[in-house]
């Protein structure tokens, strides 16, 4: 182990929040495309970017370009008092890319975007209950918390939350719900829905459902197919609002600007973070024209819609248009199937899931799933943990068929040297 890498490590642990969690001990020191170089000059291939944040990449010329440019000019006025051109062109290319008829809030943060978002739904609805599914992570401020239940960890000593919040198992073929067989994953879900409304819930005080298209920090989950139709069509009967939190699965991350395209759903309320501006803090909530009954001052914030940001917003968003989000579909595509013939028959693996380049190995056990995040750290392979026992793959969209076969091939190996 490094010297460098270890005397931050024991200089941080003076100084830091202990909730601060290292997976590894990777420090960085600087990026280039999908490599990442430590402060002792290690190479890695990023298989995690940030989180699924890092779009473009490490300093990508036409995301920096835009953003040096915005900083030359400005960097900071109080968007929810003076409006400005970045943020307004910016509203108008994310409002087209999803069809037209939404309003944008802008801010710094996925939790930002979720709070925001329930808010909106209650005081346009009035109602006060609101839904999400086991396994959710919608962030850890004390709405967005309330809505998360992927970990208890999460939660743990920071009751009360808020009231109101009711979780609903989540239709995953690969964990199916109350003991049923995959295929029949989304309708017992459905059934559950309709009991919950005739028995315990009453449908018409729920304000909305908050949604993952794919579960994120639960472990990279896919829902059923044809899951969401149902479930849109279910809520639209009782008049409950969809609310699809897109901040891990949004920004082109699943191969479409929205995970929900490909659901074929048109959700009332959409939050965007993570990807959007390739690693710059922004959020975005986009909510139907006709919710939009917020007067002035109703919500808002000092920092959030920085114009830094959006300008990095606008670059990331040519790029995704000009090939990027194709490359999340064609080389996510690649390296998916390169993992399954490499994983195949391996002990301890028991599935490759997801779409794009939002992908997850599936391991028999959580322990096993740690060793494996670890053993391909040591092979210069940089991946994160999601939920109890997958190991997440989120990299740039700007991975390469190459780059995604050197990656696979690290991971596998270090999967196949676990024994
Ligand atoms: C689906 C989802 N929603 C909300 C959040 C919270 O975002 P942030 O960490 O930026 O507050 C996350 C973060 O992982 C997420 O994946």
């Known amino acids: 182990m490094s010297s460098k890498a270890q005397a931050l490590l024991k200089r941080e642990r003076k100084v830091l929040s202990t909730s601060y969690v290292r997976p590894y001990p990777f420090v960085p020191e600087r990026g280039e495309g999908v490599w990442l170089y430590d402060v002792d000059g290690n190479r890695y291939l ?150 919950l409304f005739k028995t315990k819930l009453p449908p018409a005080e729920v304000a909305a459902f908050f949604v993952e298209p794919i579960q994120g920090e639960g472990g990279y989950l896919l829902p059923a197919p044809g899951f969401f139709k149902d479930l849109k069509a279910l809520l639209e009967h009782h008049g409950i609002l969809l609310v699809a939190d897109e901040i891990q699965t949004g920004a082109g991350r699943t191969g479409t600007f929205l995970a929900m395209e490909q659901e074929g759903v048109q959700p009332e309320v959409v939050t965007l973070a993570k990807g959007l501006a390739s690693g710059f803090p922004l959020s975005a909530l986009l909510f139907r024209e006709e919710l939009s009954s917020w007067p002035p001052g109703a919500h808002g914030t000092t920092f959030g819609g920085n114009p830094v940001a959006a300008a990095a917003a606008m670059a990331t968003l040519d ?86 076969e050197e990656g696979a091939g690290r991971l596998a190996e270090a999967i196949r040297a676990l024994g």
Do not use: W
């Open 46 to 195: 990023d298989f995690m970017g940030g989180i699924a944040v890092n779009t473009t990449g490490y300093g990508h010329p036409k995301v920096l370009e835009a953003a040096q440019a915005q900083m030359q000019r400005f960097v900071h006025v109080c968007f929810s008092d003076f409006s400005h051109e970045p943020n307004v062109s910016l509203a108008e290319r994310l409002v087209e890319k999803l069809g037209g008829g939404y309003r944008v809030y802008f801010g710094n943060s996925g939790t930002e975007a979720v709070e925001a978002a329930i808010k909106l739904v209650r005081y346009h609805t009035r109602r006060p209950y609101l839904l999400a599914f086991t396994g959710a992570f919608h962030g850890r401020t004390f709405g967005s918390l309330s809505l998360t239940s992927s970990n208890v960890k999460y939660r743990q000593g920071f009751a009360p939350l808020l009231p109101g919040v009711v979780h609903v198992p989540y239709p995953s073929p690969s964990r199916p719900p109350f003991g049923v067989p995959p295929e029949r994953a989304g309708q017992a879900v459905l059934d559950y829905l309709e009991h």
């Open 319 to 404: 790029l995704l248009e000009e090939g990027l989000m194709e490359n999340a579909r064609e080389v996510g595509a690649f390296l998916k199937a390169k993992l399954e013939e490499l994983l195949k028959g391996v002990p301890g693996v028991v599935e490759v899931r997801g779409r794009g380049l939002m992908l997850a190995v599936a391991f028999a056990s959580g322990e096993l799933r740690d060793r494996a995040v670890n053993a391909a750290f040591e092979r210069g392979l940089l991946t994160l943990p999601a939920g109890p026992d997958a190991l997440r793959i989120a990299p740039p969209l700007i991975l390469s068929q190459e780059e995604a």
